[in-house]
């Protein structure tokens, strides 16, 4: 255990010491004895300060020092400090669908995990697990498509912050493929704030399986706005991967998307919708933010839309484009009205929208990032951070110093429980 | 003389005399200067005869030479009745645990009462308890001083008690032994009126050596006599307390002189021979022994 103020400790323990002594001179009322000539004494308070070879009340002195010195511990604010070896590891470990094996994956995280250190796994967002975790089906259903390193970073740096109380050192590990989708416009900065080298350890990619193909619109409009989209998207030659159906899938649109690895994508039209200004955060390797009068349809069920995986979301967060497993295949719900006029469905971010909509199932894998071009992830050299640097920097909770604090009133109330019962 | 655990301050005390301070008034013959005159052979002085004078009193010579009848004179010698006047008050048992003022007012009355009897003068007791006095009457029998003894074994001292009521009783020489905690005002105009009507007043004042120098330890000093009156006595008010009491024992002193009070101040721990002998010397006011 280490305190965050220990001179505190120690002015508590001076004043329990202070209290003794205090005991030991008491201001007490002294024996009676007779005396026939007491009338020549001065009349005063019939207490003495006396000074006693031994303090009595010794429970009642034991309360007084035990408060006082709980109140000092506890203002010294406590901090226990985890047991383990020199050197502790925080390992993030990539998840997403990105990762060809994810299982081998979590092996070698597991392999670096050193007593006393923390596992994080990261894919759009990061988690900080125990080594027992239950890897997501390799499938990837529900798994994003790609490995985020700034939350993982975020995360590893604060994990690492609170690990390093008891330690000399913490090395900071990444296991990941590391694809061209990994970095944002924050990880740099994010990495800068890390003051040690990063161990990279790369795992295999998944390969983008997906394959050029056909895509068809199934509209009862003339002059349906995605038709010139589609069109400059589609490969004409190609078998059909893709439907984009305008009305309800009906029965033969779930027996053809479930029949191979093909896309049903379920845009509705609803002329009616209330059109507004809004925007779109569109993902993936052509990530855009498509800002747009639009209008927010509503997904269906609220329970489908919790079991579904998102692919685009509102500037709000809230899911715009759904995607569930249908067999082999995948149903895509697209809850967003277009403006019947206008030069929308020509810009290119609407293109990255119908892109990310059209893609495989899987998802659209980036290919990964060469290893000689992420020296500035891995640092001038792969050293631990000292554990000096990240505690100073870390506000310390002392979860004990409550405790001792609530141990001092009880003392304290014991005691004046005990003087009431004295007097 | 059987007198008990006195046997040695009694042997000790023997052969003392104890001479009045004044001449007595007439009397029962004894030892003392009377203010009469007597037929004693030891010349005095003359008187003119005036009738009824016994005519064997005449100095015939005188007459010869003279031819004035003349009687001779001689000085009278009687009898000077002593009481002892005992405060036996709660305050007198202190300090216990030990022989304290209480048992030397019983020595001191003891041996004086035995000097006084030796010289054939009546000795008497007056004792002041709660429950009153207790009297012995002045006698000059042999067992008297026993009696007296005995008296005072069978007292103890409790309560409080008035001594001023006491000395109209005694007789011509009042000796008052008290640690003046009591009625000590009232008791010293008694005595300053003894004093004035001719009689012979004598107040021993007893103080505990625990009295004078209480100790170092605090303590809550009790009155035994006020229970009520609690004083801290403590290193802060150790020092005013000596300095009071000794003020009001000079104070006491001076005005028992002033009244013409034979005033003696004695430490319990003071040898009673010792203090019989200057008690029956002719010394007016002495401080403690």
């Given amino acids: 255990m280490s305190f965050l103020a220990p001179l505190l400790l120690g002015l508590g323990i001076a004043a329990g010491a202070v209290v003794v002594g205090l005991h030991l001179i008491t201001t007490r009322r002294?024996?009676?004895?007779?005396?026939?000539?007491?009338?020549?004494?001065?009349?005063?308070?019939?207490?003495?300060?006396?000074?006693?070879?031994?303090?009595?009340?010794?429970?009642?002195?034991?309360?007084?020092?035990?408060?006082?010195?709980?109140?000092?511990?506890?203002?010294?604010?406590?901090?226990?400090?985890?047991?383990?070896?020199?050197?502790?590891?925080?390992?993030?470990?990539?998840?997403?669908?990105?990762?060809?094996d994810p299982a081998a994956a979590r092996d070698t995280a597991l392999a670096r995990l050193t007593p006393g250190g923390v596992l994080v796994v990261f894919d759009t967002a990061a988690l900080e697990v125990g080594p027992d975790f239950a890897i997501v089906s390799d499938s990837v259903e529900g798994a994003e498509a790609r490995g985020a390193l700034s939350p993982a970073l975020l995360l590893g740096m604060?994990?690492?912050?609170?690990?390093?109380?008891?330690?000399?050192?913490?090395?900071?590990?990444?296991?990941?493929?590391?694809?061209?989708?990994?970095?944002?416009?924050?990880?740099?900065?994010?990495?800068?704030?890390?003051?040690?080298?990063?161990?990279?350890?790369?795992?295999?990619?998944r390969?983008?399986?997906?394959?050029?193909?056909?895509?068809?619109?199934?509209?009862?409009?003339?002059?349906?706005?995605?038709?010139?989209?589609?069109?400059?998207?589609?490969?004409?030659?190609?078998?059909?991967?893709?439907?984009?159906?305008?009305?309800?899938?009906?029965?033969?649109?779930?027996?053809w998307v479930r029949g191979g690895d093909r896309v049903l994508v379920h845009w509705p039209i609803e002329p009616d919708a209330e059109v507004?200004?809004?925007?779109?955060?569109?993902?993936?390797?052509?990530?855009?933010?498509?800002?747009?009068?639009?209008?927010?349809?509503?997904?269906?069920?609220?329970?489908?839309?919790?079991?579904?995986?998102?692919?685009?979301?509102?500037?709000?967060?809230?899911?715009?484009?759904?995607?569930?497993?249908?067999?082999?295949?995948?149903?895509?719900?697209?809850?967003?009205?277009?403006?019947?006029?206008?030069?929308?469905?020509?810009?290119p971010a609407f293109d990255a929208l119908l892109s990310q909509l059209t893609a495989p199932c899987a998802g659209r894998h980036a290919p990964p990032v060469a290893d000689d071009s992420l020296g500035w992830l891995r640092g001038p050299s792969d050293a631990a951070a000292p554990a000096v640097a990240l505690a100073s920097a870390a506000p310390v909770d002392s979860a004990a110093a409550l405790w001792l604090l609530a141990a001092a009133l009880l003392a304290l109330a014991a005691e004046w429980a005990m003087r009431r019962r004295n007097r | 003389?059987?007198?008990?655990?006195?046997?040695?301050?009694?042997?000790?005390?023997?052969?003392?005399?104890?001479?009045?301070?004044?001449?007595?008034?007439?009397?029962?013959?004894?030892?003392?200067?009377a203010r009469t005159r007597g037929v004693a052979p030891e010349f005095a002085e003359y008187r003119p005869y005036r009738q009824g004078d016994d005519p064997r009193r005449i100095d015939w010579k005188l007459l010869a030479r003279s031819d004035r009848a003349f009687i001779r004179l001689a000085p009278d010698h009687a009898v000077l009745g002593t009481t002892f006047v005992v405060d036996a008050s709660a305050s007198m048992d202190f300090p216990r645990g030990r022989d304290g003022k209480w048992a030397?007012?019983?020595?001191?009355?003891?041996?004086?009462a035995a000097v006084a009897h030796a010289s054939a003068d009546p000795v008497g007791l007056l004792v002041g308890t709660a429950a009153g006095p207790r009297r012995l009457e002045a006698r000059t029998r042999a067992g008297v001083v026993a009696e007296l003894a005995r008296t005072l074994d069978a007292v103890v001292p409790e309560g409080s008690a008035s001594l001023a009521p006491l000395v109209a009783l005694?007789?011509?020489?009042?000796?008052?032994?008290?640690?003046?905690?009591?009625?000590?005002?009232?008791?010293?105009?008694?005595?300053?009126?003894?004093?004035?009507?001719?009689?012979?007043?004598?107040?021993?004042?007893?103080v505990?050596?625990?009295?004078?120098?209480?100790?170092?330890?605090?303590?809550?000093?009790?009155?035994p006599e006020d229970p009520a009156c609690e004083r801290p006595l403590v290193e802060e008010t150790r020092d005013e307390y000596r300095q009071r009491f000794a003020a009001w024992r000079a104070k006491l002193a001076r005005a028992a002189l002033a009244d013409g009070i034979r005033y003696l101040e004695v430490r319990d721990d003071a040898l009673p021979e010792t203090l019989v002998r200057r008690i029956a010397s002719t010394a007016v006011h002495e401080p403690s022994a």
Avoid: N
Avoid at chain 1, 66 to 89: E, K, N, Y
Avoid at chain 2, 4 to 33: E, F, I, N, T
């Fill in chain 2, 1 to 33: 003389m059987a007198v008990g655990p006195y046997g040695a301050l009694l042997d000790a005390v023997r052969g003392v005399r104890w001479p009045a301070r004044r001449r007595v008034p007439g009397g029962s013959p004894g030892v003392h200067q």
């Fill in chain 1, 158 to 205: 604060r994990a690492a912050t609170r690990i390093a109380r008891g330690a000399d050192s913490v090395r900071l590990v990444v296991v990941s493929p590391i694809t061209q989708l990994a970095e944002d416009a924050a990880t740099r900065a994010i990495r800068a704030g890390w003051p040690g080298g990063i161990e990279l350890v790369r795992v295999a990619a």
């Fill in chain 1, 30 to 100: 002294p024996p009676p004895a007779p005396l026939p000539t007491a009338r020549f004494v001065p009349v005063s308070e019939a207490r003495a300060v006396s000074r006693a070879s031994r303090p009595t009340d010794l429970l009642l002195l034991a309360l007084r020092v035990l408060a006082v010195v709980l109140i000092g511990a506890a203002f010294a604010r406590p901090v226990l400090d985890a047991a383990g070896p020199a050197v502790r590891s925080v390992v993030l470990l990539d998840v997403s669908g990105a990762v060809a």
């Fill in chain 2, 104 to 112: 030397l007012a019983r020595r001191l009355t003891v041996a004086l």
């Fill in chain 1, 207 to 255: 390969a983008d399986t997906a394959r050029a193909g056909g895509i068809s619109l199934r509209t009862d409009l003339a002059d349906d706005p995605l038709a010139p989209a589609v069109a400059r998207l589609t490969d004409a030659r190609g078998t059909e991967k893709v439907r984009i159906t305008r009305s309800p899938p009906g029965r033969a649109d779930s027996a």
């Fill in chain 2, 208 to 223: 505990a050596r625990e009295e004078l120098e209480p100790g170092e330890r605090s303590i809550l000093a009790v009155d």
């Fill in chain 1, 276 to 347: 507004a200004a809004d925007a779109l955060f569109v993902p993936g390797p052509d990530a855009a933010t498509l800002v747009a009068p639009l209008a927010r349809l509503p997904l269906g069920e609220r329970a489908s839309v919790m079991r579904a995986q998102v692919l685009v979301r509102w500037r709000d967060g809230a899911p715009a484009v759904t995607q569930e497993r249908v067999g082999e295949g995948c149903l895509r719900r697209a809850a967003i009205g277009l403006p019947a006029a206008g030069d929308l469905t020509l810009r």
């Fill in chain 2, 170 to 206: 005694s007789r011509e020489r009042c000796v008052v032994i008290t640690d003046c905690l009591g009625d000590i005002d009232a008791t010293r105009a008694a005595l300053a009126r003894h004093h004035a009507r001719g009689g012979e007043a004598h107040l021993l004042h007893l």
